[in-house]
């Protein structure tokens, strides 16, 4: 009994290091053994078998609590929601549909195996699990680093293509005569850049309460891989949402200090902020600027669309479509799901306008307050993981209001599982939990 009940913890490391290779791995093991669609949802199958069987052993070890059940009651009435919708919309293309309730679901199902993975184990130490989740992230900021100084095509040799689904390289723009974007294992750059942020507030503050200078040094270098790997995806919405939540931590961990110092200090920052801005003003028609920053081509025609255009164009689209439809077009009808359809779906770069366009107002109402619930119960523990955790869920909000980001397995396992982790433990961290 006491290996099953190590199950639902060992499935959640094994998550958090495959997931980040899952696309790389699929696509490359394929070409030898066939069955690319198998390998793709193989992962999502047996996450659900293993969140099955977490729940069952849960409360035959009576290990439930009102939390645990309350996190259930509304990942089932999140999945019965997207059946009924299904149900009523029959004419919705199936494989869209499935593929969009699994993108969906996956982010409640991973909280539900970190939650019962630590109610299960018998000593649950949470540095164990941050130890883990930061080496991987090291492995694949490393692989990014050096796939930028790597041949622009080299992903064509392990099975990277248009056609099986994952493109092998991409640009700032789809100009080639700028530097390619890495994207290490995951499926594109901007997966990889949010993929980053979570291991990059995790190093930031565990640097900032290490005592040990061997440490702190560690720390620091190894943010500085991190950093560089997220610079060399050129993900506007990476950078922006590591620059949000290095700030958050910086600001909860010295909130006191930094509100005594912007109390005495307000001018300079003032004075920085004006200049700052002066700066971007100056240099906004710069080629760089142009195209690094803003990904912009100032060569292209009044009447053509770049990248910021399209944002703001399919975002439109997608509240247009929960307006026409506010109880939902069904699952898989929007995001990254719809793309399977034949005809065409409706991208909404925006992961919260594409759940309102699928499963309606009362989707988007329940998914937030899932959202707000585990956020504020792993606020409450008051410790670096409370604290990185909280300021990578404002990160991932940001990255979601300009992209699909919850849609990518890697970037979902880390930050869900982890979440899960966090909440089965309410109470504030024990010396023992804290990495030492």
Not at 56 to 78: E, H
Not at 334 to 340: C, D, E, N, P, V
Not at 419 to 433: D, I, Q, R, T, V
Request: charged share 15%; proline share 4%.
């Amino acid at each position: 009994m006491q290996i099953l009940k190590r199950i639902p913890y060992l499935a959640s490391l094994a998550l958090l290091v495959y997931m980040p290779f899952h696309i790389f791995l699929s696509q490359w093991l394929s070409l030898a053994t066939g069955g690319l669609d198998f390998w793709k949802a193989g992962k999502d199958g047996l996450l659900i078998i293993v969140v099955v069987f977490t729940i069952c052993l849960v409360y035959a070890q009576g290990k439930g609590s009102r939390t645990f059940n309350w996190l259930l009651g509304v990942t089932v009435l999140y999945g019965v929601l997207h059946m009924s919708l299904w149900v009523i919309h029959p004419d919705i293309y199936d494989r869209s549909a499935m593929i969009g309730t699994m993108y969906n679901m996956r982010l409640p199902l991973f909280a539900i195996l970190g939650f019962g993975a630590v109610l299960l184990v018998p000593k649950f130490v949470f540095s164990s699990v941050i130890k883990v989740m930061l080496i991987t992230s090291s492995i694949v900021a490393t692989v990014g680093i050096v796939q930028f100084f790597l041949p622009d095509d080299i992903l064509t040799h392990v099975g990277y293509s248009l056609d099986r689904g994952a493109r092998p390289v991409f640009y700032i723009e789809d100009n080639r005569d700028l530097p390619h974007r890495i994207m290490s294992t995951l499926r594109e750059p901007n997966a990889l850049g949010a993929f980053l942020i979570l291991p990059i507030t995790v190093l930031a503050t565990l640097g900032l309460r290490a005592k040990d200078r061997k440490r702190k040094y560690l720390y620091v270098l190894a943010a500085a891989l991190h950093l560089a790997a997220l610079l060399l995806t050129f993900s506007r919405s990476a950078w922006l949402g590591a620059a949000l939540a290095l700030m958050l931590a910086g600001w909860w961990h010295f909130r006191e200090r930094a509100s005594d110092v912007l109390r005495r200090l307000w001018p300079v920052a003032v004075g920085a902020a004006v200049a700052f801005s002066l700066v971007a003003y100056t240099v906004r028609n710069t080629s760089f600027f142009q195209q690094y920053v803003i990904h912009s081509n100032p060569a292209e025609q009044v009447s053509d669309l770049d990248s910021n255009d399209y944002h703001t164009l399919l975002t439109r689209q997608g509240l247009e479509g929960i307006a026409n439809e506010p109880l939902g077009h069904g699952p898989g009808t929007a995001g990254l799901a719809s793309i399977q359809n034949p005809k065409g779906g409706q991208l909404t770069e925006n992961y919260y306008v594409q759940i309102g366009y699928e499963i309606g107002l009362p989707g988007i109402v329940l998914f937030l307050v899932l959202n707000i619930w585990m956020y504020v119960r792993i606020w409450k523990r008051h410790d670096y993981i409370a604290i990185a955790l909280c300021a990578g869920f404002w990160a991932y909000v940001l990255t979601n209001m300009l992209l699909h980001t919850w849609s990518n397995e890697a970037v979902a396992a880390q930050w869900w599982i982890l979440a899960g982790m966090a909440l089965a433990m309410a109470s504030p961290a024990k010396p023992h939990e804290v990495a030492r």
